[in-house]
Every structure is written in structure tokens, then in C-alpha cells.
């Protein structure tokens, strides 16, 4: 079983930046595919980024809303992935989760229904 637990999120002004970090315990298996989904009040979870990490290679996929803007990262030594946010936008605004699966398939790395296990949440607010 992996736990996982956010950190990070606040308030910001559009145009600011906020990094949020996920850390993971409890096990080994499940921890190579990690990203992030958030949610808006009345929206559904939706994909923000992913990590994949795979024969020491790091693999990474974003959706269209967060490239150029958001940047996320591993440290495998310390079990965390990171989520570099600049620019952000109010329409950024909502709760970030973290969220790992045992197996990876691209063709499912945006369906929240194929991840194993997820953190608590971290409130991410952008202010205009």
C-alpha cells in the first residue's frame, strides 16, 4: 500500500508561481508512474501531469493546460514528484492531487479511474 501526502499549495496572484510536492511511503511497487490531477468546484478530476519513470529513463506528459507553464519532476532517492507551477491563471484554482498507479499504459494516463492510490489534496487558489 503506498501513502501519499501533498504539500504546497496557498494562495497566488495570476501570473505568480507555486511548487507543490507529493511524498510517498509505505511501498515500492507503485511509485514509478506518479502525477498530479486537480479539481474545481463542480468540475470533474481532471489530468494535469505525469512522471513515468522506466529503465532510468524519466518519461513525462502533461495536459495542453499546463504545458509551457508547469514543469514536474521525480527525485527516486526520496520517493517525491514535484510540481513546478509558474504563470498560473484563476482558472488554475482547485484542489491538486497526488496520485500513483502500479501499471502504466498510455493510453489511460489521463482517467483518473486507473490510478491506485491518491493523496489527500492540497487547495491551490489564483487570485486575479
Known amino acids: 500500500q503506498v501513502h501519499l501526502v501533498e504539500s504546497g499549495g496557498g494562495l497566488v496572484q495570476a501570473g505568480g508561481s507555486l511548487r507543490l510536492s507529493c511524498a510517498a511511503s509505505?511501498?515500492?511497487?507503485?511509485?514509478?508512474?506518479m502525477g498530479w490531477f486537480r479539481q474545481a468546484p463542480g468540475n470533474e478530476r481532471e489530468f494535469v501531469a505525469l512522471?513515468?519513470?522506466?529503465?532510468?529513463?524519466?518519461?513525462?506528459y502533461y495536459a495542453d493546460s499546463a504545458k509551457g507553464r508547469f514543469t514536474i519532476s521525480r527525485d527516486n532517492a526520496k520517493k517525491t514528484v514535484d510540481l513546478q507551477m509558474n504563470s498560473l491563471k484563476p482558472e488554475d484554482t482547485a484542489i491538486y492531487y497526488c496520485?500513483?498507479?502500479?501499471?502504466?499504459?498510455?493510453?489511460?494516463?489521463?482517467?483518473?479511474?486507473?490510478?491506485?492510490?491518491w493523496g489527500q489534496g492540497t487547495q491551490v487558489t489564483v487570485s486575479s
Open positions: 496520485a500513483a498507479r502500479r501499471l502504466f499504459a498510455i493510453a489511460t494516463i489521463r482517467d483518473k479511474n486507473y490510478y491506485d492510490f
Open positions: 509505505g511501498g515500492t511497487f507503485g511509485t514509478d508512474v
Open positions: 512522471s513515468r519513470w522506466s529503465g532510468d529513463i524519466t518519461y513525462t
